[in-house]
Every structure is written in structure tokens, then in C-alpha cells.
């Protein structure tokens, strides 16, 4: 009889200490006013862009995990257009909380067409990324204006179909994509990027999310893939609620400078809180 007192009364004090951490939890989150929006926290949903992968957001995701906010650096198929945005809408339609879509390069023009239909992304950050309006395609735009090295530096690989897919000379990799990132660092980065096909990135967009929902942009002022001044105009036309240029930063500022990226991100989970 004894024994069994004790056992109750340890497991009404594991209970309550339980309740009470758990108490602590939700109301560092309520706090400090960055992770939490109602009863789901902010999840950011990181896309990485041509000739990267996920990994590209290393330096972003341990920031902002410990910030408080729950982070999927999603794996971007690169195929095509259409059914690389679907593949995203289909991640975020599994997300019960508010979502901060990321997109870096090639990824900008998939989060523009993986928003619309889901309510719970609150805004687009576009970190070197495109920003297609509807029936402008990611190449297109490259060459709006000058300035891009990138193309030179392309070697095709024949697929079925008369498709191609598309890869870095590794030996040309650092200049026009992360001239700022430390030669040792770019070697693995070319050595594990992921090819795109042409016809992904010649596919005309369906949508421009940016048109509906709040967007920052933030961009090098030394990108050689794609110019800063198609950035500039793609940034002026959302409307964009900031626009920060990266002094000296190539086209993979989340990798030479994460600090400013994540900062971005974060004003953006708060204006769009509640």
C-alpha cells in the first residue's frame, strides 16, 4: 500500500513538471515573438536554385533553427517549372502552421508558382532569386540585361527528348556563381551541384505570387549569374517591402553572407506574424 502512495505521488510530480516545461516552451516561443503564430511555429521553407542543393543553405538553417523556427531545406527537383512548383506546394500543403517561402535563384521563380492555392504562405523572400511575372521564364530574364558570365560556363548533357540537362564547368564554377566563397569551399560545391534542364529554365511562368503576397529581396552587387540590375528590376516591380544589395557578394549571398539573409528572412516571419 506504501509503495503504491509513493508511485503515485512520483508520477503526479513528473506530470506536473511535464506541464510546467512544457508551459516554459510555449512561452519562450510567445516571448520572444519570432517563431510563433498562433498554435503552429513559422516554418521556413528553403529552396535552393540551379547548379546547388540543399546543403546551400547550411550556413542559414542552424540561424534560424535556433531562433525558434522549424526549417525544411527542400530538395528542388529541378525538371521543370510546372511540376518543380507542384512538388513544393504539394511539401507546403502538409505544413499546418504559417510558411516563409525561400527561393535562391532558379528557386525565386518556383515559389512565385508554388504560393498561390495555399493560404498559409505569408510572404516570399527571394535571396538571388527570380521573380518571374506570368509567361516570363528564368533564362528570359537572365538576359534582360547585361552583365551575366554564367552561360559560357554551361556544358549540356543530352537526355531523352532533345532535353538537355545543364552543368557548371567545375573548373569555371567560382567566378561567375560564388567568386566570394573560399576556392576549397567552391570545389565542393561544384563538385556536388545539381544540373537543371533547359527546359526548366525556359519555362514560362503560370504565376506571380509576388503580385499577392509581401516580398523581400536581397542580392549581391557583384553577381555575374544573374545581373544585379535584372535584381533591381525584378525587386522594384513586386513592390518589395525591402530590398538589401549586398555589397560585393556573389550569387550565392546565403553562402558568403548568412547573417543578412536570415536577418531578411526573420523581418519578413515578423510583418507577416498574426
Not at 515559389?111 to 533564362?139: M, Q, Y
Amino acid at each position: 500500500m506504501y509503495s503504491q502512495i509513493i508511485f503515485k505521488r512520483l508520477r503526479a510530480a513528473i506530470v506536473l513538471f511535464a506541464s510546467a516545461v512544457l508551459a516554459l516552451s510555449t512561452c519562450a516561443h510567445a516571448a520572444d515573438g519570432r517563431a510563433t503564430n498562433g498554435p503552429h511555429p513559422t516554418t521556413v521553407v528553403l529552396v535552393h536554385g540551379a547548379f546547388a542543393d540543399a546543403s546551400s543553405w547550411n550556413r542559414v538553417i542552424p540561424k534560424l533553427l535556433a531562433a525558434g523556427y522549424d526549417v525544411v531545406a527542400v530538395a528542388n527537383p529541378l525538371r521543370g517549372l510546372g511540376s518543380d512548383s507542384a512538388y513544393i506546394g504539394g511539401l507546403v500543403s502538409t505544413i499546418a502552421g504559417p510558411v516563409i517561402l525561400v527561393g535562391h535563384s532558379y528557386g525565386g521563380a518556383v515559389i512565385s508558382n508554388a504560393a498561390p492555392g495555399h493560404d498559409n504562405v505569408k510572404a516570399l523572400v527571394f535571396v538571388a532569386g527570380f521573380a518571374p511575372d506570368t509567361g516570363e521564364s528564368a533564362f528570359g530574364l537572365v538576359g534582360k540585361f547585361p552583365g551575366s558570365t554564367l552561360g559560357d560556363a554551361l556544358v549540356p548533357v543530352e537526355l531523352d527528348a532533345g532535353v538537355h540537362d545543364l552543368y557548371v564547368k567545375q573548373a569555371a564554377f567560382r567566378g561567375p556563381f560564388a567568386a566570394d566563397v573560399a576556392p576549397d569551399k567552391v570545389k565542393l560545391m561544384a563538385a556536388t551541384q545539381r544540373p537543371i534542364t533547359d527546359v526548366a529554365g525556359n519555362e514560362p511562368s503560370r504565376y506571380a505570387a509576388w503580385k499577392m503576397l509581401p516580398s523581400w529581396f536581397i542580392y549581391g552587387s557583384a553577381d555575374m549569374s544573374i545581373p544585379p540590375a535584372v535584381h533591381a528590376f525584378m525587386a522594384e516591380r513586386a513592390h518589395a517591402r525591402r530590398i538589401e544589395v549586398v555589397p560585393g557578394a556573389s550569387h550565392v549571398v546565403m553562402v558568403s553572407h548568412p547573417n543578412e539573409v536570415v536577418k531578411m528572412i526573420r523581418e519578413a516571419a515578423d510583418a507577416t506574424r498574426g
